[in-house]
């Protein structure tokens, strides 16, 4: 692809605003958004557990999409896109892999959160050739210790938040304290800020086949993370109680040369608790 934006169309860096659009791939239409300059090697962004279009935080988006070509999207059966969600992260980053083929890319950054950064992982582990660069956040690795645990952990958190008619994710990815809970309710806020064409919310059978996917990938045998050649920089808060931030020091130790940041006081959500600290720092080692 590697179109070029014509000098007279304004280029689009905020999230909010970014146009919804589709492409077909293997029987599934895949919805995603894309947004910044067009040109080189655009930053794909793989999104959470239960999220869609609209979970990304747009703090942490916009600095990206300044200066590079920003691509995020709903997998199959999630969001407005078609088809059914696999039951298993590996199917997940085929599914990945079929939407960035269909795009006409074959080079691309990823920037991945949570159950996204598993899939990152399994793509690079089966294309090495197809990623420049990898951002893994809130995440851990294939057969990481207690990761099949996330199920219960969130239906635990999703039932606190009913009873206090509050969002799931301000349970899950934030501490219940005094830096967590302002934290928690700013990046809820943010993500409200796209007010046109918001995008459809996940169903209850596709998050559950999410979950399942998350505990077969925590119960599986560990991948040989050694092979991952690609610069990578992973971070995380330092008390993730959904995946746990030992494992973002366990994948920091088995991909070589990797850059680890542990943000202090915050959750599985510290990326969004320090965005103003993190985005400059993701946008850098991006653009490097």
Do not use: C
Not at 80 to 100: H, K, L, Q
Not at 130 to 154: E, F, Q, S
Request: aromatic letters at 8%; a positive charge.
């Amino acid at each position: 692809m590697g179109s070029t934006d014509t000098p007279n169309e304004a280029v689009i860096t905020s999230y909010a605003k970014a146009p919804a659009r589709t492409v077909s791939a293997g029987g599934v239409t895949y919805a995603y958004r894309e947004l910044g300059p067009k040109g080189g090697i655009p930053v794909v962004f793989f999104v959470h557990l239960a999220a869609t279009l609209d979970n990304w935080d747009p703090r942490i988006i916009d600095p990206i999409a300044k200066g590079r070509h920003v691509i995020a999207f709903d997998q199959p059966g999630v969001g407005a896109s078609t088809g059914r969600v696999p039951d298993s992260v590996e199917a997940m980053a085929d599914d990945a892999y079929a939407f960035v083929k269909a795009l006409g890319f074959d080079k691309i950054d990823i920037f991945s959160f949570s159950l996204g950064g598993m899939v990152a992982q399994a793509l690079v582990v089966k294309h090495p050739e197809l990623v420049r660069k990898l951002v893994l956040t809130g995440t851990g690795p294939k057969g990481g210790k207690d990761i099949d645990k996330v199920a219960g952990t969130t239906y635990a958190d999703m039932l606190r938040a009913a009873l206090t008619r509050s969002d799931p994710k301000e349970f899950l990815f934030f501490n219940r304290n005094a830096a967590g809970k302002p934290a928690a309710r700013a990046f809820v806020g943010r993500l409200k800020e796209r007010t046109a064409d918001r995008d459809a919310e996940i169903k209850v059978k596709a998050f559950q086949t999410q979950l399942k996917a998350i505990k077969k990938w925590g119960r599986s045998a560990p991948d040989d993370l050694s092979k991952i050649t690609q610069p990578t920089l992973i971070a995380n808060g330092d008390n993730d109680r959904m995946v746990p931030s030992v494992l973002s020091e366990d994948l920091h130790r088995r991909i070589k040369d990797s850059k680890l940041i542990i943000y202090p006081d915050s959750g599985h959500g510290g990326i969004f608790q320090y965005h103003e600290e993190f985005a400059p720092v993701a946008a850098e080692f991006l653009s490097r």
